[in-house]
């Protein structure tokens, strides 16, 4: 018990600020810098994409049409998520109060940080849109798939906040507390260098992973369609975002409505909670949910395309059972066709032999068989008659 007390003992009380945000890669001209927070921003997208690509195929969506989507809304989401951090911090790049004293040649350098998640959602869904219709599927149908994905890339993406020792929060006594360096430009001025600080990203990290967990139970549950998913998604974040972005002390716009001023993003977060619960109440309107297809109107696949993958074996199987049974009986196929014909037609250098195995059966029928076509050819000769017919 001594031992586990002391070794309890030794254990920092406090979260380490990180000794490695990345690595170079020499080139000739140089070297290229791979930062740790891109690199926890591409984690966060492949672990999506995953999950995503497994509720998508159970939708019974085209092959491929993950990615034929995803091709247009991951370039754009990024596009948008580093528009909206620039307008919601505008200091770094335009100066205080849009003065002209910033620099704008900050804003492509993304490994900096600084990827405002609302900006992301609105021009990723635009590009979800665009693939979405060139796929022939439903924009909502995608949403509801990738709400969970989304989530929990956002929660593996937060790590890379940790490695570019940013976005923390105020100072705080917490055993959790983090470590900044006092090196570091983002370490606030005028403070202690042991001050410890709110782990903002470890915070929204947690509360994202947990809300990975309850949509997926709670579409198990409901089975979600229309998009309600994506507007439940909607309102779990923003929740958890305006308490945790409440604790921050990065500078940001500071947005002043009701006689309340604070930051742009709390401003965000609850309008667009507002506007995620009228949507979602109003589109689950009309009692239990009907089945919904993926599919836009006029891309359904149809009947034969949707049976053909499991008929194609059972075909393939009658093909090769035909092909057997036609090769087995081609030489009494071709037999029968020769003795039925009339005797100016045949081929008088062939003359066929019954087999013995067949036995007075098999001579049986082919006697009845020459005597029918006899019978026949009598009764085209002129002047026969019906009775002759029946006589002979």
Not at 58 to 78: F, K, N, Q, V
Not at 122 to 131: E, F, K, R, T
Not at 185 to 206: C, I, K
Request: proline share 7%.
């Amino acid at each position: 018990m001594h031992n586990v007390l002391h070794a309890a003992a030794m254990v920092p009380m406090s979260i380490p600020s990180p000794s490695w945000s990345g690595f170079d890669i020499p080139l000739p001209w140089g070297t290229l810098r791979i930062h740790a927070y891109a690199l926890c921003i591409l984690a966060g997208i492949i672990v999506g994409l995953w999950l995503t690509s497994v509720r998508w195929k159970r939708r019974g969506t085209p092959e491929g049409s993950l990615w034929d989507i995803a091709i247009w809304a991951i370039p754009l989401g990024i596009i948008g998520g580093r528009l909206y951090h620039v307008f919601s911090s505008p200091d770094a790049y335009f100066g205080p109060g849009f003065d002209g004293t910033g620099d704008l040649s900050l804003i492509p350098q993304i490994q900096r940080g600084g990827l405002g998640i609302w900006g992301a959602v609105l021009l990723g869904a635009v590009g979800a849109w665009i693939g979405c219709r060139r796929a022939g599927v439903k924009l909502t149908a995608f949403l509801d798939a990738a709400a969970p994905g989304l989530l929990l890339a956002q929660a593996i993406g937060r790590w890379g906040n940790w490695f570019n020792q940013e976005l923390f929060g105020a100072p705080t006594t917490l055993p959790w507390g983090l470590q900044i360096d006092p090196a570091n430009a983002n370490f606030p001025a005028g403070m202690a260098a042991d001050t410890l600080f709110h782990p903002t990203f470890l915070y929204e990290f947690l509360w994202n992973l947990a809300g990975v967990g309850i949509l997926l139970l709670l579409d198990r549950r409901f089975n979600f369609r229309k998009g309600r998913l994506f507007w439940l998604y909607a309102m779990y974040y923003t929740v958890g975002r305006v308490w945790i972005e409440a604790l921050r002390i990065d500078d940001a716009e500071q947005i002043s409505l009701f006689g309340i001023t604070t930051r742009l993003n709390v401003w965000t977060s609850i309008f667009v909670f507002l506007a995620a619960l009228v949507i979602f109440l109003l589109l689950g309107r009309g009692g239990r949910p009907v089945p919904d297809s993926p599919y836009l109107p006029g891309k359904e696949p149809s009947p034969e395309a949707t049976s053909e993958a499991s008929s194609r074996s059972a075909g393939d199987a009658s093909t090769v059972t035909s092909v057997t049974s036609h090769d087995a009986d081609r030489s009494v196929s071709d037999s029968g066709s020769r003795d039925n014909l009339p005797d100016n037609q045949s081929d008088p250098g062939h003359v066929d032999q019954p087999q013995e195995a067949a036995g007075d059966s098999g001579r049986g029928t082919q006697a009845t068989t020459e005597s029918e076509s006899a019978g026949t050819a009598a009764r085209k000769a002129p002047g026969s008659s019906p009775e002759g017919d029946v006589t002979k």
